[in-house]
């Protein structure tokens, strides 16, 4: 980005998947990759315990070719959705791409069928010479004793299309057209979820309890039509998982697919339960900070300054750019690409998807990234955190389309780094001490809703899928997420009736069972790497470069040996802790303001 380059709010072009994005094209890749379909199930004579190296090789080759096509189609239309959740043409599009990638999956199954029954020997054989493949071959043959026959994956395939997929679909159609009123100051606002939650960290007490409860009302309305979405996925992952594939338990089925052993995840939580007393004691703080007997739940996001400094866009772009090409300039020039492709959507519309996300479709295609940017200092935040999941897949898009994507708990890796660069670039550049001090006291809170929040939700959702097999209603639900609210919080924050109803707000316990506790993983790995950085300087580039551009080429806990880290030990993930406790001692040490 030269100095003359001017970036302004607007949404991403998907012409670099479709040019057209019309009907036709749709068909001629359909049709394209149906042929592609029917040639690879021509060869499935080809598979035996005796096949050849290089018979094997060029169907591993002609089935990721198959895989590439189908990320293009499927791409497209989840974008394309995503922009706009309301878009009805968008919504047939994803829907009838679903169903086509369904029947895609099922009529190739038959390869991985046969890879996971393979003898032991002959597998390693062709593992040996598999390359950059090999990873996936190997995690493949993990799921060997939870693999089903075929017709039975079969119908799973399609099952699927019109249970869980079109569930979570529903979710989105339903909460994404929500529209939020509050009153702020003589105006009553009509809101979008984004737009909303600017309030929640408002220095105002009344517009913050003004947010929250205008939001758990809206989604409190249709709690009971949420929640029963919630239960019959929760119902549709244990028929699966535990009943059929014969996981032991709900989580134990993700984190295979992790790739991540039981008793990491198992230590990783217990170890955030046992220190929510160090956010417990930074409540506290805040609550004096903002003359407060005790933080409402309303406040834990409260600046603790009257601080409404605005970053234009441009100047948000400015400051993570700066901020990464300080560390390596590689890193800018990644973010550049992104912004040349106009792969970023950030401007805030009606019926597009609330939140933010990075989508990387195929190795080699430049990452699309969605923001709802509004100029606070959070939205910065934000958008250096997409930014670092784009550069994450930049740095591995050598490997196959197999192979590059990082596994969940390694994917917040770069994201979170790109973070921590940023905030030290805003106290480094900010004259304001009022600011910096916001920055600061910020750095705990997004600690906070990163690691702790992230992980008493994955508590949550081992509590609720066992609620719900047992035939939990609604309301028992809601009240075991209170009871889980105020474990969380202890004696150090009031939680009011309200935020029974926050569970069926968060998407990912929708989308993606168990997938939060990823976000716990991450936020503590970095702040390890990071302590590393600022030790060795220089040095420690070339063990994070490598790490980042392993991808998903190899597990997460062998990427992490090799840089030094055992992740089986709870002292490990104590050591995050550490670090937030030594943050939380500092602003103890900060003279309180003159009231």
Not at 80 to 86: G, K, L, R
Not at 549 to 563: E, F, H, K, M, Q
Request: net charge negative; glycine share 4%.
């Amino acid at each position: 980005m030269t100095e003359q380059t001017t970036y302004s709010l607007s949404g991403w072009s998907l012409a670099d998947l479709f040019p057209k994005g019309d009907e036709a094209e749709i068909k001629s890749a359909l049709d394209h990759l149906e042929m592609k379909i029917k040639d690879f199930e021509n060869r499935r004579a080809d598979l035996s315990a005796a096949i050849s190296i290089e018979t094997f090789m060029e169907l591993v080759k002609q089935l990721e070719q198959i895989s590439k096509e189908g990320n293009i189609l499927y791409s497209f239309a989840g974008l394309w959705f995503a922009s706009n959740t309301q878009n009805q043409a968008a919504q047939t599009l994803l829907a009838r791409i679903q169903q086509f990638s369904a029947e895609m999956t099922n009529r190739t199954l038959f390869f991985s069928l046969w890879w996971k029954a393979l003898d032991d020997s002959n597998a390693q054989r062709l593992m040996d010479a598999a390359g950059d493949y090999r990873y996936w071959l190997e995690e493949m043959r993990h799921f060997k004793k939870h693999t089903l026959s075929e017709p039975e994956e079969k119908i799973i395939n399609i099952k699927d299309v019109t249970g869980f997929s079109a569930f979570t679909t529903l979710y989105d159609s339903i909460t994404n057209r929500y529209i939020f009123k509050v009153k702020i100051g003589s105006k009553t606002k009509s809101l979008t979820r984004d737009s909303l939650m600017v309030y929640a960290r408002h220095f105002n007490p009344d517009y913050r309890a003004a947010a929250y409860r205008e939001l758990y009302r809206v989604y409190g309305k249709d709690g009971n039509i949420l929640g029963q979405i919630y239960q019959t996925i929760v119902r549709d992952w244990r028929n699966e998982q535990v009943t059929l594939r014969g996981f032991a338990s709900p989580i134990a089925a993700r984190n295979l697919v992790n790739d991540v052993p039981d008793d990491v995840v198992d230590t990783l939580l217990d170890v955030c339960q046992a220190n929510a007393p160090v956010f417990q004691r930074f409540f506290q703080l805040k609550a004096r900070w903002l003359g407060m007997e005790r933080l409402r739940r309303y406040d834990i996001y409260a600046p603790v300054a009257q601080s409404n400094k605005k970053y234009a866009f441009n100047q948000s772009l400015r400051l993570v750019l700066d901020s990464f090409s300080s560390f390596d300039p590689l890193l800018a020039q990644m973010v550049e690409r992104v912004l040349k492709a106009n792969h970023l959507d950030s401007e805030i519309r009606k019926g597009k998807r609330s939140g933010a996300f990075c989508w990387s479709v195929n190795p080699g295609m430049t990452p699309w990234v969605l923001v709802n940017y509004q100029g606070r200092v959070d939205d910065v935040e934000t958008l250096a955190h997409e930014m670092g999941h784009a550069i994450h897949s930049m740095l591995a898009e050598h490997h196959t389309a197999y192979t590059y994507h990082a596994s969940l708990p390694m994917a917040e890796t770069a994201s979170t780094f790109g973070e921590m660069l940023l905030v030290d670039k805003l106290l480094q550049d900010e004259p304001d001490e009022s600011v910096r001090r916001d920055i600061l006291f910020r750095q705990v809170d997004d600690a906070y809703a990163t690691i702790l929040r992230q992980a008493f939700f994955a508590r949550y959702e081992r509590t609720a899928h066992d609620l719900v097999n047992q035939g939990a209603a609604v309301d028992d639900l809601s009240a075991a997420y209170l009871d889980n609210l105020k474990l969380q919080f202890g004696d150090a924050v009031e939680v009011s009736d309200e935020f029974r109803w926050e569970w069926v707000s968060i998407p990912h316990l929708f989308h993606v069972p168990f997938y939060v506790y990823a976000y716990s993983f991450g936020q503590l790995l970095v702040m390890a790497l990071y302590q590393q950085y600022k030790k060795e300087g220089e040095a420690f580039k070339p063990r994070y470069f490598k790490i980042l551009s392993t991808g998903g080429a190899d597990a997460p806990v062998r990427i992490l040996s090799n840089a030094g880290i055992d992740v089986h030990q709870p002292a490990f993930w104590q050591g995050g802790f550490d670090v937030l406790r030594e943050l939380v001692e500092e602003l103890e040490r900060l003279p309180l303001p003159q009231k």
